[in-house]
């Protein structure tokens, strides 16, 4: 049973920092690509940030680009979202998700983690 935890979401002003975590389980993640995606209210999840789990491989949407960096353990199967600089546009649900690294469908998904940046 594959399993996606995140934590590390809260309340912090604008400019301040947070690292969000992603604890994965069920399987062995090395063919897997792991994803952060958000969803602001009243608007469609998007894309955040992406790593590679074998090659560590990144990719970011531009909005977040120079302010956040996403990073695996290997050791503790998990991925990390380090979020600086934020900003009130950043505030919304974060989702830890998952999909085979061949394959642009992520096909697990986290229950998602509430950050909320105040101005």
């Known amino acids: 049973q594959v399993q996606l935890v995140e934590s590390g979401g809260g309340l912090v002003q604008t400019g301040g920092s947070l690292r969000l975590s992603c604890a994965a389980s069920g399987r062995s993640f090395s063919s897997y690509t792991m994803g952060w995606f958000r969803q602001a209210p009243g608007k469609e999840r998007e894309f955040v940030a992406s790593?590679?789990?074998?090659?560590?491989?990144?990719a970011y949407a531009n909005s977040v680009k120079g302010r956040f960096t996403i990073a695996r353990d290997y050791a503790t199967n998990t991925v990390y979202l380090q979020m600086n600089s934020l900003k009130a546009e950043d505030t919304g649900v974060y989702y830890c998700?998952?999909?085979?690294?061949?394959?642009?469908?992520?096909?697990?998904w986290g229950q998602g983690t509430q950050v909320t940046v105040s101005s």
């Open positions: 998700a998952s999909r085979i690294s061949s394959t642009m469908n992520y096909d697990y």
């Open positions: 790593i590679s789990w074998r090659g560590g491989g990144t």
